[in-house]
T-cell receptor, first 109, second 112 residues
C-alpha cells in the first residue's frame, strides 16, 4: 500500500513569506493531487500532476518522480491562504487514491 | 452548473438508525466516490463507482452501502448507524479515476 507523508503538519507564516509544503510517497504513482480545505470544510482541487511543474497564480506545484516527492509552494503568502493543504497519490489500475493527513497553514497579517 | 451537490450538511443519528447521504453531480462524470475524514487521519475511501451500475469497495466499506443507478447520483447508505461512523463525509466526482476531482461540501454526521 502506498504511504503518503506530508510535512510539516502545522505551519505558521507571516504575510508575504514564501511557503513550501512537502509530500512524499512510497510507491510509484500515475498522478499526484494537491487539494485545499478551507476552515468551512469544503475541499478544492488545486493541481493534478504526473511530472514536472505546474503554476496557477501564486501557487506552484512540482513533482520529482524518481525521488517520489512533490512540493507545493505559495509565493507572497496572504491570510486568505490559511487552510489545510492535502496531497493525494494515485497509483495505476484499481488502486485508490491515498491521502496525506494534511498540512495546516496559518498566515498572519 | 452546480458541480457536486451533497446533502444534508449536518445530521445527528441515534445508534441503530439508518439514513442515506445524497450526492449528485451535473458534469457527466463517470467516476464518483465517497470518503470519510476523521481527525488526525487522511481522507479514506469508502466506496467508489466507475459508471452507472458499477460500484466497488474502498478502504473502509463496512457498514455502508452504495448504488449507482444513474450517472448523476451516487447515494451512500448507512444501514445501522454506529458511533464509530461519526465523521465528516465527502462525495467526489471526476471525469476519470485520476483526473481532477470535484468535491461536495461535506456532511458532518454524529451518531449518538
Amino acid at each position: 500500500k502506498n504511504e503518503v507523508e506530508q510535512s510539516p503538519q502545522n505551519l505558521t507564516a507571516q504575510e508575504g513569506e514564501f511557503i513550501t509544503i512537502n509530500c512524499s510517497y512510497s510507491v510509484g504513482i500515475s498522478a499526484l493531487h494537491w487539494l485545499q480545505q478551507h476552515p468551512g470544510g469544503g475541499i478544492v482541487s488545486l493541481f493534478m500532476l504526473s511530472s514536472g511543474k505546474k503554476k496557477h497564480g501564486r501557487l506552484i506545484a512540482t513533482i520529482n518522480i524518481q525521488e517520489k516527492h512533490s512540493s507545493l509552494h505559495i509565493t507572497a503568502s496572504h491570510p486568505r491562504d490559511s487552510a489545510v493543504y492535502i496531497c493525494a497519490a494515485g497509483g495505476s489500475g484499481n488502486t485508490p487514491l491515498v491521502f496525506g493527513k494534511g498540512t495546516r497553514l496559518s498566515v498572519i497579517a | 452548473n452546480a458541480g457536486v451537490t451533497q446533502t444534508p450538511k449536518f445530521q445527528v443519528l441515534k445508534t441503530g438508525q439508518s439514513m442515506t447521504l445524497q450526492c449528485a453531480q451535473d458534469m457527466n462524470h463517470e467516476y464518483m466516490s465517497w470518503y470519510r475524514q476523521d481527525p488526525g487521519m487522511g481522507l479514506r475511501l469508502i466506496h467508489y463507482s466507475v459508471g452507472a451500475g458499477i460500484t466497488d469497495q474502498g478502504e473502509v466499506p463496512n457498514g455502508y452501502n452504495v448504488s449507482r443507478s444513474t450517472t448523476e447520483d451516487f447515494p451512500l447508505r448507512l444501514l445501522s448507524a454506529a458511533p464509530s461512523q461519526t465523521s465528516v463525509y465527502f462525495c467526489a466526482s471526476s471525469y476519470g479515476r485520476y483526473t481532477e476531482a470535484f468535491f461536495g461540501q461535506g456532511t458532518r454526521l454524529t451518531v449518538v
